[in-house]
């Protein structure tokens, strides 16, 4: 069964127990928890006989070769995989749901909510890196969600993370595009000695680094999800059993992924330190990076921890200091100001 397919299965499942709240019955209630994994059994026994036929084993020095510890990559019967995979009720349930929260997402304040959300318990992240497009030509689109302060994608223009990427995702094709989960010290690309820029900053405290994406057979190209945590992924699972649900997992986020346009990145701002050109402090382009992306004041305020009030006299004093009046005119001033090549010299 393809990503795709099962990415279908769990659409068609959701709408049918979780209808979004502009639908007829949306306000039903939750239907039993032992009617909800009724209708899921068919479908976790199609996926367990997924993984498991697309496991193979890679020799211990292969790994080797390639820098990876062998524990990393693993190998397990049909039997093995299937009993791995079965979700309980608390973990069907709350797996439709992810799949129903996705569906309305058009954007990426949204998409922050959703993977912040009940995706955590899945796949506890701090850090989540989207790059997708042409890998071997190198033309790719990047997207980055998090929390911690400072680190979003704007901050891609000026430092940039591709050896970070081009090590992950070449581990992951020599694993045959599965999942794989290696400790962040043995990432070379997490520990860059010469940057103290937020993104690189966050990427040295990171612990664990989880990899795992999608090919696009058609089209040639190919999504990697590369998503850090302080902390352990596992939540007290077994590793197998972790890794026997992050292809299913991985699909949900490709799909929320998909929906929303790329945040524009080129790197006619990369020499630009601290948003001189604008003169706006680390916060403000916070905030207006935020402005860019369609926050109102109150959802900017949830996304950065601080208060609207606080949101709203950032935004004022913005609009102060580049010469605007309202936040579409600062957003579009924000955009012309990364892009503009004489601005950056």
Known sequence: MSSTTKLACGQTLARGFFPSSNEPGAAASTPPAPALCK???????????????????MPPWRARKNGMHTKN???RPLQT?????????EEAARFLRIVADALPITRHYQLFLWLNGELQQFVPHQILISAWG????WDLKLDLVSRLPGVRTEQLTRCRIDDLLKELHSQWVEADRRPILVKAAEVAGTRPASCSCPVHSALRSMRC???????DARGGHESLYVALGSGSFLNGRSRERFLSLVDLVTAQIDFAFRQLAAYPLDGS???DPDGERLDLSSREQEIIDWVCRGGTNAEIATALEISPFTVKN???????????SNRTQAAAKYSESLREPGLAE
């Open 209 to 215: 680094v989880l990899v795992h994406g999608i090919r």
């Open 314 to 324: 950032h935004v004022q004093r913005i609009f102060r200091k580049i010469g605007v």
């Open 39 to 57: 209708f899921l059994q068919a479908l976790q026994s199609n996926i367990a006989r997924s993984v498991a036929s697309r496991t193979v084993s």
């Open 134 to 137: 042409d890998f071997a030509k």
């Open 81 to 89: 995989a299937a009993k791995a995979f079965q979700l309980s009720e």
């Open 269 to 271: 701002g990369a020499e």
């Open 73 to 75: 990559i693993t190998g």
